[in-house]
Nanobody
Framework: QVHLVDSGGGLVQAGGSLRLSCAASGRTFISYAMGWFRQAPGKEREFVAAISWNGGNKYYADSVKGRFTISRSNAKNTVYLQMNSLKPEDTAVYYC?????????????????????WGQGTQVTVSS
């Protein structure tokens, strides 16, 4: 079992920055690839970014490449999403998610149904 707690959301002006954090419980954090997804009102949940179990591979949606950076600290059981140059269209509830891959495992990471555990979500609002 993995329990995820998202934090760091808020209200920011366009062009600003936010850093989201996702703290995970349990001793097996290193066995999980981690992802960030977002969901705007009336829209489906969409992939934002993902990171492999050891941080060696990172993946981004085209809409956030060059602006968002995903990272993780396995020592702190935490994954981060640094969001720069925010746009009004980035407004959404952001969720972190954990996908079991095992140490050394790999796979695809951009589908919500691949993930085993989810955080409660944190609201990000970007004003124009």
């Amino acid at each position: 079992q993995v329990h995820l707690v998202d934090s760091g959301g808020g209200l920011v002006q366009a062009g600003g920055s936010l850093r989201l954090s996702c703290a995970a419980s349990g001793r097996t954090f290193i066995s999980y690839a981690m992802g960030w997804f977002r969901q705007a009102p009336g829209k489906e949940r969409e992939f934002v970014a993902a990171i492999s179990w050891n941080g060696g591979n990172k993946y981004y949606a085209d809409s956030v490449k060059g602006r968002f950076t995903i990272s993780r600290s396995n020592a702190k059981n935490t994954v981060y999403l640094q969001m720069n140059s925010l746009k009004p269209e980035d407004t959404a509830v952001y969720y972190c998610a954990a996908k079991f891959v095992g140490v050394g495992g790999s796979g695809t990471y951009d589908r919500p149904d691949e993930y085993d555990y989810w955080g409660q979500g944190t609201q990000v609002t970007v004003s124009s």
